[in-house]
Antibody, heavy 118, light 107 residues
Framework: QVQLVESGGDLVNPGGSLRLSCAAT????????MTWIRQAPGKGLEWVSY????????YYADSVKGRFSISRDNAKSSLFLQMNSLRAEDTAMYYC???????????WGQGTVVTVSS | EIVMTQSPATLSVSPGERATLSCRAS??????LAWYQQKPGQAPRLLIY???SRATGIPARFSGSGSGTEFTLTISSLQSEDFAVYYC?????????FGGGTKVEIK
């Protein structure tokens, strides 16, 4: 059974850092591109970052560029999001997701909550 | 950045009726448009990709159409489990962008 499980969400002060993880099971992780998508409370979906299978290609939304860093460990079937210089507007549920072929996402985790507040 | 605009924001429909949701892109995304359904407390679920291809396990009552900048999601006969928020997403250009959502509620 294909499954993604996020962890690492927490309450953090503005300017702080956090590292999110996404553990993948039930499929060959190294065969799939991965992405992070977030959703602020009561708001819509916002794509955050993408990483290709080999980590050779990485993209970020402008809102997080220079502050967030995506990475993956194919040997451990894990995806990461290092979040630095956090702001109140980064408060959201963070989902990891994957797709095959086109850049639409048919497998999602349950999400992990990040709250940036003093 | 391609801006995706969904309308209406809220759609009130009776069970068994047809629902038509619209999504407009600020520039052409060819046929690279996806639709998601999200229920409260749940992650989104992919319904449609490439405008009209249904994802695995999605019932035939969900259909998508359009091209370029204008797209439509049609739910032919609303079931109780279809009342949710629906998002469109263009998968043509970086950054990937989502519409603001349409809430389908019970009339």
């Amino acid at each position: 059974q294909v499954q993604l499980v996020e962890s690492g969400g927490d309450l953090v002060n503005p300017g702080g850092s956090l590292r999110l993880s996404c553990a993948a099971t039930g499929f060959t992780f190294s065969d799939y591109y991965m992405t992070w998508i977030r959703q602020a409370p009561g708001k819509g979906l916002e794509w955050v970052s993408y990483i290709s299978t080999s980590s050779r290609t990485i993209y970020y939304a402008d809102s997080v560029k220079g502050r967030f860093s995506i990475s993956r460990d194919n040997a451990k079937s894990s995806l990461f999001l290092q979040m630095n210089s956090l702001r109140a507007e980064d408060t959201a549920m963070y989902y990891c997701a994957l797709g095959s072929g086109v850049l639409a996402f048919d497998v999602w985790g349950q999400g992990t909550v990040v709250t940036v507040s003093s | 950045e391609i801006v995706m605009t969904q309308s209406p924001a809220t759609l009130s429909v009776s069970p068994g009726e047809r629902a038509t949701l619209s999504c407009r892109a600020s520039q052409s995304v060819s046929s690279n448009l996806a639709w998601y359904q999200q229920k409260p407390g749940q992650a989104p679920r992919l319904l449609i990709y490439r405008t009209s291809s249904r994802a695995t396990g999605i019932p035939a009552r969900f259909s998508g159409s359009g091209s370029g900048t204008e797209f439509t999601l049609t739910i032919s006969s609303l079931q109780s489990e279809d009342f949710a928020v629906y998002y469109c997403q263009q998968h043509d250009n970086w950054p990937l962008t989502f519409g603001g959502g349409t809430k389908v509620e019970i009339k």
